[in-house]
């Protein structure tokens, strides 16, 4: 008997539990959504992760970009292999952005981690010196190397924005140089084969730190920017710090843009998918620099460059075309005047499938040709896409790595005697 209301007595005081823990759920959920309703936080994706005060005011976007691709390079060179090839990750990036206070003040952080440097985001540098005695004389000689430096987390963007309405702003910070057609785009995963131009290899001015104004009306924008230098070599200087021995006195850029037609929003990627609106860009692009007193003469060359481009889509089609003219090159002899030119293209054969191809040509001290020929699948726009790529140089310089600044790597080329590369990459970017 005592064994049984034991049991029952357990079963009611169970029961209790029970009924209590369910008004405890009820209760919480009530506030939950009492709390959503008077001013609580709202989440969600939205070209990216987010989550948002209710007002506004504050709110943090996370985005991603992955590149994965499979390089396959030959060269004509006699004393090692021919064939060279191998899996990296080509691009790892985070980005972190949103605003605080009220929407007018918004802030942008980037972290990269790249197998490859670009002008965008650089590994730097590294040497390695080897050390020969000549059996005869004994005499010692030691030969150093400088080639692309090791993957590494890099700072890919840090800067804040002040929008002032009526489309002016200013930001400061570490941001992109507003000079060529590609310094618009937000990273490499907005281009058309899947990776920076080679005129962009070889004339962009990436990233510094620095201050810069914009101005963006319906049918024109103007940006302009005071850095600590502009325009370096695959070492990826970035003036980080007031006393940088780099650091130039004079470090301007700016470009301008006029919109024919279409939208700001079609321009912010370079391929034109079919259903698109007709879309038509007229930019120009400067960059001057000069050299202070502890270092009167950055990478051998204060440029100043001009740019003019062109930008065409037509809903399934579309034509890029860009020219540079600079009084000196990095890495050159700045006493004579280079210049370059770019012809970019792209059609979809079907919904998912677009060809392209990239012609750039330019003449510094040496005179380099080269062809971008290859494939899109599209799985879902450039949020998921394979590119297949050939790169071939079309003349010796060229097949020696000329004028690609020392980011030979990151184009998918060796540093020297090439014939042809091919690249195969995956992308994933929300």
Known sequence: LKGNQGEQWLTEQRADQIRGVVQDVLADSNTRSSFQQAGGATAGYNNGFFISSADGNYSLKINALEQVRFVWNNTYQDTKDQNSWGFENRRTQAFFSGNVVDPSWKYLVGIAYDSQSDPYVSNGTKSSTTVTQDPENLEVTSTTTTSAGD??????????????????????????????????????????????????????????????????????????????????????????????????????????????????????????????????????????????????????????????????????????????????????????????FNVQGGAFVTEDLEVFGAWAYADTSVTTNYLQTGANWYFAKNSIKATVMGIIPLNSDAANAGNLRGFEGGVGLADSQNNFSLVCQLQVMF
């Open 151 to 340: 993957p590494a987390f890099n700072l890919y963007y840090a800067m804040v924005t002040k929008t002032f309405g009526d489309g002016f702003s200013v930001s400061v910070g570490q941001m992109n140089v507003p000079f060529t057609v590609e310094s618009n785009l937000f990273n490499a995963g907005s281009t058309q084969m899947g990776d920076y131009s080679i005129f962009e290899y070889m004339f962009g001015a990436g990233q510094q730190v620095g201050a810069m104004a914009k101005i963006e009306k319906d049918a024109f924008r103007v940006s302009g920017g005071w850095y600590n230098m502009v325009q370096t070599n695959a070492s990826g200087t970035v003036g980080q710090s007031w006393n940088n021995d780099n650091n130039q006195s004079i470090a301007v850029a700016g470009r301008a843009e006029y919109k024919v037609a279409g939208t700001w929003d079609q321009f912010s990627k370079e391929s034109s998918f079919k259903g698109e609106e007709f879309g038509l860009l007229i930019g120009g692009g400067l960059i001057w620099q000069n050299g202070r007193e502890q270092n009167d003469a950055s990478f051998e060359s204060n440029p100043l460059g001009l740019t003019a481009d062109a930008q065409a889509k037509f809903g399934g089609f579309n034509l890029i075309g860009q020219f540079l003219w600079q009084d000196g090159y990095p890495g050159e002899d700045s006493s004579s005047s280079v210049w370059g």
